[in-house]
């Protein structure tokens, strides 16, 4: 099951990817080409081959992998702040 995505959560990935868009987006494709490789080749395959802008393809990606990642990263740390 995934992790619940709160407003707080939301609103940080946005103020972060809004900063400076084309910069966050190229920094996210190293980011994640270290943290799951195969995830970013899946993401830039699919990004090439549909007709919408793969750049838009690739930033909502990683946007939604930040979203989950944070989010995952914030319940466990409640869950080791309640043991």
């Given at each position: 099951m995934l992790p619940e995505i709160d407003v707080e959560n939301y609103n940080k990935i946005i103020d972060e990817m809004l900063c400076?868009?084309?910069q966050w987006r190229k920094g996210m494709i190293h980011y994640i080409k270290d943290e799951n490789p195969e995830l970013?080749?899946?993401i830039i395959e699919i990004a090439n081959k549909t007709e919408l802008d793969p750049k838009a393809v690739a930033t909502g990606a990683y946007m939604a992998?930040?979203?989950i990642e944070n989010a995952?990263?914030?319940q466990e740390e409640i869950i080791d702040f309640e043991e």
């Open positions: 400076d868009l084309n970013n080749s899946a992998y930040r979203l995952a990263k914030n």
